[in-house]
C-alpha cells in the first residue's frame, strides 16, 4: 500500500496519544502498514515524554506519510490548540479534535490518504463545545453527504477474527428497541452489510444470520410479536432479493463455534447483543467498522479510558487491529478499482 493511513487523534487527554504512540513504536514487531496522526507536534512529545518514551516525530504532506513511517511517526499538524493533560477531558480541545475528522475524511477522499482510522472521542466533552451529533459515525456521515452529495446510511460492524456482528440499533434504550425496529431498517442495515462485505471484505456471497429480539426467537409469538411480524418478513424480502440471510435465529444459540462457522456476519437487533459476543471472544482484537460509507473507517473497540491515560497501562491491540483491517480493506478495495 503505498499510501498511508490517517490517524485522527481523538481526545487528547485519553488514551489515544498513549496508544498511537505504542503502535508506532512496535511497527517493526507487529509489521504494521504506514499511518500518519493528525496531532500537534507539542502534544504528542509531550506525551511521550510523560510515558518515558523516547520517538522521533515529523510533519509530513499525507502523500509522504508512508516514506517517512520507518524513520520517524509521521504527523500532520492541526492548527487548532490540544492541551493534551492525561485524564481530563477538556472543551477547549473540541475543535482540535473535530479538526482532525475532518481532515482525515477530507485527505482519504481526495486520495491522499488509503483511510480513516479515528482513536476515541469523548461525547459529552464534545456535545458542551456545541457539537451537533451524537458521536463519529453520524459525523462521518454527514462529512460523507458534504464532500460527495450523496446521503451515506452509517452501520456499525465490530469485526473480530472469530466473528463480525452489525447492530441494527445501537445507542439507543433496550426499552425502547422494539418500537423501532421495523422491516424495513432490518432490510436497509442487511443490505448495506451484504454490499460491504462483498465490496470491502471480497466475500462473494455473504451469509447472514439474523438474531431474533425474543427469548428462543419469539417461539411462534409465545414470547413476543416481534420475531414473526417483523423480523421474518425482513428476511423473507431479503431471500427475495438474492441474499443470502437466515432468520429470525435464537440469540442464545448463534454465536457458539459451529453455528459461527454457518455465517459471514451476525445481524443482531440491539447494542448488547452484537457487542457482548464480540468482545466476549476476542475484546483485544475486535474492531468498529462502519460500513455504508464512500471511505473506508475503522476504530479500536474501546473508549478514551481517561482513567489509565498517560499512565502507561494503555495496550495498543486493537489499535493495531484497525490499522491493519483498514490497510486490508484498502488494498482489497485497490484491487477492485483496478479490476
Known sequence: MSLALALTSGDPGGIGLDIAISAWLSRDRETLPPFYLLARRETV??????????????????????????????????????????????VSNAAATIEAIDRAVADTLSGAAAAVVTLPIAKKTLHDAGFAFPGHTEYLAHLAERHTGTTARPVMMLAGPMLRVVPVTVHVSLASVPGLLTSDLIIETCRIAASDLKRRFGIRKPRLAVAGLNPHAGESGAFGEEDEAVIWPAVAALQAEGIAATGPLPADTMFHASARERYDAAICMYHDQAL??????????????????????????????????GTGMAKPGSLVEALRLAAKLAEHADTDDAA
Do not use: M, W, Y
Open 45 to 90: 512529545v509531550a506525551r511521550a515524554r510523560h510515558l518515558g518514551l523516547s520517538i522521533e516525530v515529523e510533519d509530513v504532506d499525507p502523500a509522504d506519510a508512508a516514506s517517512c513511517f520507518p524513520r520517524a511517526l509521521p504527523l500532520a499538524s492541526l492548527s487548532n490548540e490540544q492541551d493534551a493533560t492525561p485524564g481530563r477531558s477538556l
Open 276 to 309: 457482548i459476543p464480540a468482545k466476549a471472544l476476542d475484546f483485544e482484537h475486535t474492531v468498529n467498522v462502519t460500513l455504508g460509507l464512500p471511505f473506508i473507517r475503522t476504530s479500536p473497540d474501546h473508549g478514551t479510558a481517561f482513567d489509565i491515560a
